[in-house]
């Protein structure tokens, strides 16, 4: 029996718990994250602090590991699945309280691709920093894309690609968006491992991420931008 087994995590001041948490967040220990949020709340927390002290404050240190190299996609997968347990509590909770959103993306892997793995961790990473994530699945022709746009009015449009032979249907749905004239309603972020800058500037993207960790900050930014203006 280890020191680790030992803590409980309800004797923890609500300082310790949140670091406590965050190790459990790197750890991806889903039922102590799940614990910790449920003592949180009991603890009179407003659900919108769990959620960005606690979850995304952990989130953070998890994409910036990954994003380093310290960490790789099982582990973080593990970590986003643990906050995932967290979020489903918090979810109902932020809603009744009308907690403040970071901003929406729309996320899908474009038609033909059926490669999902680096799109669900770019959304587990929007989730895990604030972000309301609405996520297409696989295969989404154009048509997916629109439709999602008009009914969820997101922030952000991300699509993925991860075979050379689907890439350029990413330029087909930014097409369709400036024919409609609603291309600057939009955030467009593209990813996959057959992309780069160079692809992403050349089909009128906003910003290639090459990986949850950039897409993350880049959403972030942009969405920053993006109010500032609105408010300007």
């Keep these: 029996m280890s020191e680790e087994d030992d803590i409980i995590l309800s004797e923890l001041d609500d300082e310790e718990l949140v670091q406590q948490m965050f190790d459990d967040l790197y750890d991806g220990l889903k039922e102590e994250i799940e614990e910790g949020v449920n003592i949180l709340l009991e603890r009179k927390w407003m659900p919108y602090d769990i959620l960005t002290k606690a979850l995304v404050g952990g989130m ?37 309280t009308g907690a403040p959103r970071v901003g929406k993306m729309v996320i899908g892997t474009v038609k033909g691709d059926i490669h999902d793995i680096g799109k669900n961790l770019v959304s587990m990473m929007m989730e895990g920093a604030g972000f309301e994530v609405v996520d297409l699945g696989i295969n ?11 009914t969820e009015a997101p922030d952000i449009l991300g699509m993925s690609a991860l075979l050379t032979t689907t890439m350029p249907y990413m330029k087909v749905v930014i097409d369709t968006l400036v024919e409609q004239g609603i291309r600057e309603d939009y955030i467009v972020l593209v990813g996959g491992a057959p992309l780069n800058e160079e692809f992403g500037k050349a089909i009128g993207a906003d910003a290639y991420c090459r990986d949850a960790a950039v897409a993350v900050e880049t959403a972030k930014d942009f969405v920053s931008r993006k109010h500032n203006q609105l408010s300007a």
């Design 60 to 96: 953070t240190i998890v994409g910036a590991d990954f994003r380093d190299g310290i960490l790789f996609v099982p582990e973080v997968l593990l970590a986003a699945n643990a906050m995932k347990g967290g979020m489903f509590i918090l979810k109902p909770l932020l809603a009744e």
């Design 140 to 150: 989404n022709p154009v048509e997916n894309y629109l439709e999602a746009l008009e």
